[in-house]
Structures are given as structure tokens and as C-alpha cells.
């Protein structure tokens, strides 16, 4: 057993600086040198395990084992999601339906803000909450660039869209894991992630379409934005609090697409909104030339894989097949040979390190069921199939070993005590941690690329140092989650998502230099707000038992 250190140096400040280095150096590589994702990951892994083995004492068969863990995990579920993504994508491209589906959007407005607004806000909250794990960014990044968007926007406001939803994706996933290590009551964890989120659901929409439109822009369609936020904000709100944490998303997400739809079929704005930024009478719409059987059939497949994504990640329907098909792998070297030791914890507790290959229960298996039923749907045959699945991984290798590279170097810096070093330098901040402790949520996501991760990673350390400065557990908890969402713009494993999504590969670093300041300034925000919580609205943090 090899127990973890977190200040080697003997210097919390140097202990500090050597453990951002892997970090540095990746975004570093991406966003100053423009070294293509794949490398610039490899070279963070490389300065990980180097810091790890060298600095922070972890014996070096066990940063190999923590490494392969970690590019496992990238490659099973994260890349099988993607793959499958990607390969109904190219299936309704083929057969020329997302052309279609392109033109049917396009009926219910020629805006580009409102097709924005629809499709990466409402549209992608669904997909968080049915499936999470990259899901949404994947499929609007898509269906944007299929709209005509450039693959830089097409994954920027992708990414920037998705945040709100994050901390209730996936059925409440993130909420669940941070009860699992805090300890706390899990209704009051929902309730209090949903007195903070609904006002960032309100804030998204807007900054979403200032990002593509500016001030002016935004200004000309203020009504259908405000309408998106309210119908978002408010289910958010009371579901969570009154509910759980579990259909959270699903919900609101609906009520949010109904609700502008039906908005828009009664209001349009008195000037159309170009890609180039061009704006044009809104009197010069005209039909997309396609009869209602063909529009129906381009949209087919989504809803094929929109039913499908939600059924399959139902916890019903995941312990159903994982009664069938769940094989679970202590990792040889690593599992519970790791001890995590207070501050970080309460008490000494060893750290787990198992692969669960739920090869049938996972969401990117209930996306290749969904892209091969839409497949017949759409008249292929098998070889044709086979083929297209070919020409896919073809498409994705160098995605998938990016993202393998990537959550190897996640994995390293958490089992290494590298992450638990940066937490703790937030952790001293005293009075302003309500402020600091929500960007260590930021941190968690931006390292692991994962709101459940980091919720996992620093949840018991929150709720630890938010006793000892009197500060409500559950507010502190929350806001990691919360804070966290706003992570997932610039974690490197959403940003390859992006950029294969949108078959711009090579030009992460543009796309993270387009998000990054959005990231930290949301980040920021949502740092005052928990402050405000904390010290001036205190009845706000109060929990209902």
C-alpha cells in the first residue's frame, strides 16, 4: 500500500506549482504552441507521471497501472459513446436526411440565434440529462455544423451551451456520486444545486447568443432567449427541490423545447440573423421544398436515439442488463493500494480502482442499438453498415487515442495526489473559500472532464473544510457541482468531443481559446453567488429536512 503525500516539497507553495505542471503543460500545448491534441496529451501524461513518480513518490508500476486505468475509462465509455455519435451522424449524412432534417429547422425559424437557442441550449440540455458523458456536445455540435455553422462556433457554443444541465445529466448522476463520498442528504443536495443552477439557466441562453450575435444581437431576440431561460429555470427549480435529482434535465429540457416552439409560432424578430452576421427582412422566408413524409423521416433517427438514450439510462434498465452483462476488473496493481489521508478525507480510506465494463448497460451502446434500428429505418443493409462503421473509426482514431491520453493523465494526477494538492491550496483561502471552494469544482471538471468526477474527487474534501469554517456542508458540496459545470467548456476530453464531433480535429486549441475565458467568467460568477449564500442571503442555504 502506497499512501499519499500533498505537500513532498515540504513547501505548500512549491508543492503546489510542481503539481500544476502536467496541467500547464497541456494547456500549454494546446492553446500557446498549437500542438495537436493527440501530443499535447501525451506530453501532459508524460509530465504527470514524471511529477507523480518523481515529486509526489508514487512507485512506478503503479503510475503505469493508474495510466492504463485512465485510458481505458477514455476508450470505454467515453470513445464508445463518441464512435456511436458519430456513426448515426454519417448514416443520416449518407442517405442525405440531415440535409432535411437542416431545412426542417429552418421552417421553424431562419434565425440562426433561435436555431442556435433550440438546438444547442433546449436540445443538448435533453441529451445531458438522458445520457450525459459528452452525448450532447457530440450531437449539437453535429446538427450545428450541419446548419451551416462553422466548426469553430459549432463547438464552442456547443460547449458553452452545456453547462447549465451538467450537474443533473445523466439521470442526476453528478448529485448522486456527491452523496456517495459526502455523506450528506441527497434531497438536500438536489434542492440546493437547484436554488444555484436556475439562475445560471437563466444567464446561459442570454451569454450563449451574445457569444455568437453580440449585445445587438442578443437584444433583437430577447424574447424568444428569455422565454428558453424561464421555461428551463423554472421546472429546474422545483423539480429539484421538490423531486430529486433524477429527471431534472429530462424534464425541464422538454418544457424548454415546447415552450420556445410554440413561441416562435407566434412571434418572429423584425430582422433575420445571418452566420456571417448579416441580417435580412424576416419577410423572406420561404418553404424548405421538402414534403412532411420527408421531414419526418430525417427525423427519425434522432428520435430513434433520443428514446432510446433515455430508456437505456434508466436505473431500471441498466441493472436489468447489468444482471446480464457486467464484468468488473480490480486493477492489478492499483486497487485499494492507494491511501487517500486526511485534510483531503475524514479519515484514512483507500482508494478504489475498478474497471466496470458494462459493455451493454452503457449509453454508447444504447447509441449503436439506436444508429443501427435507424440504420434499417433508413434502407441500409448490413455490409453497408459494416462499411460506414469502418469508415467511422477511420474517422475517430485519432480522437480516441486523444481521449485515452487525456483521462490516463486525469487518472495520474488524482491517484497521485496531485489534484488533492490543488484542492488544498483553494482550501486555505479562509473567508473568501465560498468564493475559491466553487472554483475548485471548476478545477475538478477542468482536470478530470467530468462534473461526477470531481464531485468524487473533492466532495469529501468540501464538506471537511466547510466545517471547520462554519459554513454550511450542503452549500459548500453543492457548489462544487455547481461550480464544476462551468469546468466542462475547457476540459480537454469535452473539447476533442467537439472538434471530432464537428470533423475539426487538430484545432483544439482554437476551441479552447474561444471557451476559456467564457468558462472562468461563468466560473466567477457562480463563486458570488455561493458567497452571496454564504454570508448575505444565509436563509438561501438553509436545508429543508
Request: with cysteine; hydrophobic share 55%; aromatic share 10%.
Amino acid at each position: 500500500m502506497w499512501t499519499q503525500s500533498y505537500d513532498p516539497a515540504g513547501n505548500a507553495a512549491v508543492s503546489t506549482a510542481v503539481a500544476a505542471l502536467p496541467v500547464v503543460v497541456l494547456l500549454g500545448a494546446l492553446a500557446l504552441f498549437h500542438i495537436r491534441a493527440h501530443v499535447a496529451a501525451l506530453l501532459g501524461l508524460l509530465s504527470a507521471m514524471v511529477v507523480a513518480v518523481a515529486v509526489f513518490g508514487m512507485p512506478p508500476a503503479m503510475a503505469l497501472a493508474t495510466a492504463a486505468y485512465g485510458a481505458a475509462y477514455g476508450l470505454f465509455p467515453i470513445g464508445w459513446i463518441i464512435v456511436n455519435v458519430i456513426f448515426l451522424y454519417h448514416l443520416t449524412e449518407q442517405r442525405g436526411l440531415f440535409a432535411v432534417l437542416r431545412a426542417s429547422i429552418t421552417t421553424l425559424t431562419r434565425d440562426r440565434r433561435l436555431q442556435l437557442l433550440l438546438v444547442a441550449f433546449c436540445f443538448g440540455a435533453f441529451f445531458e440529462g438522458a445520457s450525459g458523458f459528452g452525448t450532447p456536445v457530440a450531437v449539437t455540435g453535429a446538427i450545428l455544423m450541419g446548419l451551416g455553422f462553422s466548426p469553430l462556433l459549432a463547438s464552442g457554443l456547443s460547449l458553452i451551451a452545456n453547462t447549465a444541465p451538467v450537474a443533473f445529466g445523466a439521470l442526476g448522476t453528478p448529485i448522486i456520486a456527491l452523496q456517495s463520498v459526502t455523506g450528506l442528504d441527497l434531497r438536500q443536495l438536489s434542492a440546493m444545486a437547484g436554488r444555484q443552477l436556475p439562475v445560471f439557466s437563466m444567464i446561459v441562453p442570454f451569454w450563449l447568443v451574445c457569444a455568437f450575435a453580440g449585445v445587438r444581437g442578443m437584444l433583437g431576440v430577447w424574447p424568444a432567449v428569455l422565454v428558453a431561460g424561464l421555461s428551463f429555470a423554472i421546472p429546474q427549480l422545483l423539480i429539484s427541490n421538490l423531486h430529486g435529482p433524477w429527471l431534472v434535465d429530462v424534464v425541464s429540457s422538454v418544457i424548454s423545447m415546447t415552450a420556445v416552439a410554440a413561441f416562435l409560432r407566434v412571434w418572429r424578430p423584425r430582422e433575420r440573423w445571418g452566420l456571417a452576421g448579416v441580417e435580412t427582412s424576416s419577410a423572406e422566408d420561404v418553404g424548405h421544398g421538402h414534403t412532411r413524409r420527408e421531414v419526418v423521416r430525417a427525423w427519425v433517427p434522432w428520435m430513434i436515439l433520443s428514446g432510446v438514450v433515455f430508456v437505456w439510462g434508466l436505473p431500471a434498465t441498466k441493472a436489468l442488463l447489468d444482471r446480464f452483462a457486467l464484468v468488473r476488473v480490480n486493477v492489478p496493481g492499483l486497487h485499494n493500494l492507494v491511501q487517500r489521508v486526511p485534510p483531503v478525507v475524514l479519515r484514512p480510506a483507500l482508494e478504489p480502482a475498478v474497471f466496470n465494463f458494462n459493455w451493454l448497460s452503457a449509453t454508447g451502446s444504447g447509441i449503436l442499438v439506436a444508429a443501427l434500428v435507424a440504420g434499417v429505418v433508413m434502407g441500409y443493409r448490413p455490409r453497408e453498415l459494416a462499411r460506414a462503421y469502418g469508415e467511422t473509426l477511420e474517422l475517430v482514431r485519432h480522437s480516441l487515442l486523444t481521449i485515452a491520453a487525456m483521462l490516463a493523465l486525469g487518472f495520474t494526477t488524482r491517484y497521485s495526489g496531485l489534484d488533492a494538492t490543488l484542492g488544498l491550496a483553494f482550501a486555505r483561502t479562509g473567508v473568501l473559500y465560498p468564493f475559491f471552494g466553487t472554483l475548485l469544482g471548476w478545477l475538478g471538471v477542468a482536470l478530470t472532464g467530468s462534473d461526477t468526477s470531481s464531485n468524487v474527487l473533492f466532495g469529501s474534501l468540501q464538506r471537511i473544510t466547510a466545517e471547520q469554517l462554519h459554513l454550511p456542508p450542503v452549500l459548500m458540496a453543492s457548489a462544487n457541482s455547481t461550480g464544476g459545470v462551468m469546468g466542462k467548456m475547457v476540459d480537454a476530453q469535452s473539447i476533442v468531443v467537439a472538434s471530432t464531433a464537428t470533423r475539426w480535429y487538430g484545432h483544439e486549441g482554437e476551441i479552447l481559446r474561444y471557451v476559456f475565458l467564457h468558462s472562468l467568467a461563468l466560473a466567477c460568477l457562480m463563486g458570488l453567488l455561493v458567497s452571496l449564500q454564504a454570508y448575505v442571503f444565509p436563509f438561501t442555504s438553509m436545508v429543508v429536512r
